[in-house]
């Protein structure tokens, strides 16, 4: 049997959310999961290419963040390779999204940026950054700028929170202690949400870090570390929610152990031997999206009609977003070099 | 005209630039209460604030990560390497991030950020305080990389790096913060793409930037005096090079010698050198001369430090040996 860690006990009591709330979530993260298994679906038909990564399983720390305690389009998100679902919930069309893995002229990067690289400015989306860590400090950067605009310029609408996502296998490297540090020495408006699924690629997270507890590193930069049930998104809502507004008041940041696990390979070219299948399956039964829905189911806050028209929805919005990605131009060839400076 | 410091021109340009464009703020290692390790930010800060001339932690790769994101969502970052060296350990920010995100993002982005900083082989500092960036990054698409060589173009040069929306890589040079130059009290600009034409010659073309500029010149008497007039070529734009510049002079002297700091192995005289093979193979009379940095780590002894460097003595013997045959 799988030594699992223990997940802190959350009562949704304690953050009750409204039947449109609850039935946004959940549109939020089927959207996520429709979106990624599709992705595996086109990369095995050859549509798209290189490293993709999908985020099944995972899709309640995205939706409790972003969609449970950000105001998307206004907050900054910033994300790792694995930021499909992170893009779609800051509010970038699932259409763009697809014609970028397509590598198309519509993608949210032009066709430049691929899986790995989504970006968008207008959903305030900072990016997909491939290597690990090092989002992080650019994230700080955004918040910076706030406070920046806050108290130099003397912004007083100058109040969003940035969202720096990463994994587990991140949380080794030094610039998530060096940003973690300065963060915290000027208590930027952020929250930094691990996400611990456990495994960076084929490392085990015990066998990489000297204490596993990861949110436990944000004592040392007298910074607010928790840890919370990734698998449930009013668990991460509710905690995100906390951070967010320490991070407004300018009680600077967070740190957001998210404790989650997922679903696939770390990427579509993983033979994922290394993982247990019992320890899947544990995983596997507690599933975020099904989760959520028994709990509206039982609140009385969601019918199965409800739940069975999302999910009918969502696959329009997939599909839709499939036949615009392959209806699209590629780039022009003759703008190869349009974009390597900031006047073209 | 005013005769002004080397360090102080640079001065002038921040605070100038500070004063125009509250956008623009400065981070790096004792730039604040310290004043920067060459002084050219002291005192900004109590004109500026805490914010505007951050002092930072000791995390080169996270505050140029965090200057990059600045610089995404609107600010306009200046980043002090304190030795430009110590920028190695921000070389995945500067190269992946700065470089590169722009067009990666499809042009969502645009980062406009200066980092500058002193480098270049200074006085027995040993090898790691010794370094010479240029030929590292050079390959990173998406910067820009200028080197000034005087308090004039110091000045006016990076006024015109604050001002521009790519990221710039600014080179000055640890032994020419005291240097002394009038120059005008009225605001001006200088190009970050343009050459500068030091001085006119025809009988050959010499290309140079930095410090080394100073050894060319040191070169020149001697030169003169044995009938030899070169065109002196400061390059100040490593990149893009100034090929139109270039071109002219090399189209005038058929011969080129390069004068550079960093080392030989892929330097920037190497790309001068393929450049000019393919743009100008019918002009030249002789093969492109590279005067180089020895391709060693820079020993602190300082015998072996000034054999690694190109000294003037050496800038007078290449160019008789590549010219004599035409005198």
Known sequence: MVQERPVPVFSPTAAPVSREEGLALYEDMVLGRTFEDKCAEMYYRGKMFGFVHLYNGQEAVASGVIRGALRPGVDYVCSTYRDHVHALSAGVPAREVMA???????????????SMHLFSAAHRLLGGYAFVAEGIPVAA??????????EVLGDQTADEVTACFFGDGACNNGQFFETLNMAALWKLPIIFVVENNKWAIGMAHERATADPHIYKKASVFNMVGVEVDGMDVLAVRAVAREAVARA?????PTLIEALTYRFRGHSLADPDELRSKEEKEFWLSRDPIKRLGSYLLEQDLATHQDLKA?????????EDAVAFAEQSPEPDPSELRRYVFAED | MAETLFFEALRAAIDEEMARDPRVFVLGEDVGHYGGSYKVTKNLYKKYGELRVLDTPIAENSFTGLAIGAAMT????????????FLLLAFNQIA?????LRYTSGGNFQIPLVIRGPGGVGRQLGAEHSQRLEAYFQAVPGLKMVACSTPYNAKGLLKAAIRDNNPVLFFEHVLLYNLKQDIPESEYLLPLDKAELVQTGQDVTILTYSRMRHHVLQALPELHQRGIVPEVIDLISLRPLD?????ASVRKTHRVVVVEECMKTGGIGAEISAGIMERLFDELDAPVVRLSSVDVPTPYNGTLERLTVVQPPQIVSTVVDLVGGKI
């Open chain 1, 100 to 114: 970028e893995l397509f590598g198309k002229v519509t993608g949210c990067s032009k066709g430049r940026g691929g």
């Open chain 1, 141 to 150: 950067g955004a918040a910076f700028q706030t406070k920046y605009r806050r």
């Open chain 1, 248 to 252: 407004r008041a300018g009680e600077g």
């Open chain 1, 310 to 318: 999302i999910d009918q929805r969502v696959k329009q919005v997939v």
């Open chain 2, 74 to 85: 609107g600010l306009r970052p200046i980043i002090e390497g304190m030795n430009m060296g």
């Open chain 2, 96 to 100: 992946n991030n700065a470089g590169m």
């Open chain 2, 243 to 247: 090929w139109d510049t270039i071109s």
